[in-house]
Nanobody, 124 residues
C-alpha cells in the first residue's frame, strides 16, 4: 500500500511559477513510476508528466518546455516544477504511483495509487 500526499498548490498570476510536491509512504518508492495528472472543471482527467522508476520522463505536449518533473528517492518525494503558468493550467493536480513503464504511463488507469489532489489556480 502506498499513500500519496500532494502539496504546493495555490493561486498564482499568469507567467508565474509553482512547485508541487508529492510525498509517498512506504519503503518501495524507488520501484514506482510517479505520474502527475490534472483535472479542470468540466473536463476529464489528463496526463501531465511522469517519471518512471527506471529513469525516463514523459511529458504532455501542453506543458512541454514549461513543466519539469523530478524525484528524490531518498525523500520518497516527486516534484512538479511549473513555470510560465497559463490560466488554462488551472486544475486540481494529482500525483499517482504505478509499476508501469513505457508510453502507457500516460494512461491514468495504469496507476494503482492516487493522492487527494491539490488545487492550482492561475489568474489572467
Amino acid at each position: 500500500q502506498v499513500q500519496l500526499v500532494e502539496s504546493g498548490g495555490g493561486l498564482v498570476q499568469a507567467g508565474g511559477s509553482l512547485r508541487l510536491s508529492c510525498a509517498a509512504s512506504g519503503r518501495t518508492f524507488g520501484s514506482y513510476t510517479m505520474g502527475w495528472f490534472r483535472q479542470a472543471p468540466g473536463l476529464e482527467r489528463g496526463f501531465v508528466m511522469a517519471f518512471t522508476w527506471d529513469g525516463h520522463t514523459y511529458v504532455a505536449d501542453s506543458v512541454k518546455g514549461r513543466f519539469t518533473v523530478s524525484r528524490d528517492n531518498a525523500k520518497n518525494t516527486v516534484y512538479l516544477q511549473m513555470n510560465s503558468l497559463r490560466p488554462e493550467d488551472t486544475a486540481i493536480y494529482y500525483c499517482a504511483a504505478s509499476r508501469q513503464l513505457g508510453p502507457r504511463v500516460r494512461v491514468g488507469e495504469t496507476y494503482d495509487y492516487w493522492g487527494q489532489g491539490t488545487q492550482v489556480t492561475v489568474s489572467s
